[in-house]
């Protein structure tokens, strides 16, 4: 098993130099989204074909398809995300 690397979380998309993930609501459906901008390029994308555990876990593994960065990865304070 590979080991998971931790992804930041971010608080808002207004520095693009912010790298990570961030919980965004959507204000007309209100169903929240994961985003992440890759810490190597900066795209953003939504994880919707994601699953994330109780834990923060991600599966299946990250792939950013702009750069190639590919990591298993696990979303920092997951558990404090409302």
């Known amino acids: 098993m590979a080991a998971h690397v931790t992804i930041?979380?971010?608080?808002?998309?207004a520095d693009p130099n912010d790298r990570g993930w961030i919980l965004i609501q959507n204000s007309d459906?209100?169903?929240?989204?994961?985003y992440l901008r890759c810490p190597v390029c900066g795209a953003l994308r939504a994880m919707t074909d994601h699953q994330i555990s109780a834990a923060g876990?991600?599966?299946?593994?990250i792939l950013c398809a702009d750069c190639?960065?590919?990591v298993f990865g696990r979303l920092a304070d997951w558990e404090s995300a409302p």
Do not use: C, F, N, W
């Open 8 to 13: 930041a979380k971010i608080e808002d998309l």
């Open 29 to 34: 459906t209100k169903q929240r989204e994961v």
């Open 57 to 61: 876990v991600v599966h299946p593994s």
């Open 68 to 70: 190639g960065y590919h």
